[in-house]
């Protein structure tokens, strides 16, 4: 687990992290987001025992990373975004050296367990300087998970992957959260919106919003919003929703299924649902909307993340 109190960085008379505070438990994927010069990174140097904050305190797998820095990496697997890697060595003899370094038991075997969670297996006696990007990705995930840590910590752990290996390191991430913390920075704000089970955004060092998407999507618009769609003519499908007490600013839209909006708190939609059946209707879609993550992202961080 990750906990973080009133975290500061200082960089001569610049404040690149400025009291920071939040913690990630076990068996939890969080997302930490913000434009580029947020802070993000500097955060992450400072949990993996890279640098040393200049204020506040940050507990990872229960050690202090300051007092406690080489315990805490032993427990912690680090990806950080340019990964730092030996391109004239063989895969299989650079996770092996890695191990060693840490002194894993039964290396050989780890090491073909990690290749395989990572599907490098067909690449693990070619030279990492033969390697595409997206496959020395793949290399600095595989050194990150060798040693079984507690806490995995990825600074945008799919760039340069295409599609179909961004798909397999996704599913691969929500596999290893099951069991362990897990904090990633990443720019693709939906990448965030399919992995993680709550998001941090950051901005200027400070930050700005703290909680699962779904919630803060509710808290940005004040309310939730859910399109509904019958079989058939749906003419008054608008006057049969807003029958429902609480149902608000109801919409028909131009494909015919109707849009409706009530107040955040209590859930309306077993109410409509049952009314628009009542009425006759075979309904074939109830479903909630809401402002994108992007939204959220850009409206949180204001004009600097609209530069980028």
Known sequence: MIKVSGLTKDFGARRAVHNLSFDAQQGEIVGFLGPNGAGKTT??????GYMPPTDGEA??????????SLEVRKRVGYLPETVPLYTDMVVFDYLKFM????????LDDRVDEVLDMVGLVDRANGYIGNLSKGMRQRVGLAQALLHRPEVLILDEPTIGLDPSQVVEVRELIREIGKERTVLLSTHLLHEAQN?????LIINKGKIV???????LQARLIGAERVIVRVRGEADELADTIKQVKGVRSVETKDDGAVEFEF??????RPEVAKQVIKSGYDLLELRPLGISLEEIFLELTGSDSKKK
Do not use: F, Q, W
Not at 99 to 106: K, Q, S, V
Not at 195 to 199: G, K, L
Not at 209 to 215: L, R
């Open 99 to 106: 191990g060693e370094l840490r002194h894993i038991p039964n």
């Open 59 to 68: 507990i990872v797998a229960g050690y202090d990373v300051v007092e406690e």
């Open 195 to 199: 992995i993680c089970d709550r998001v």
């Open 209 to 215: 919003a703290e909680d699962t998407t779904e919630n």
């Open 263 to 268: 107040a955040s708190g209590k859930d309306l």
């Open 43 to 48: 955060t992450m140097r400072i949990l993996t």
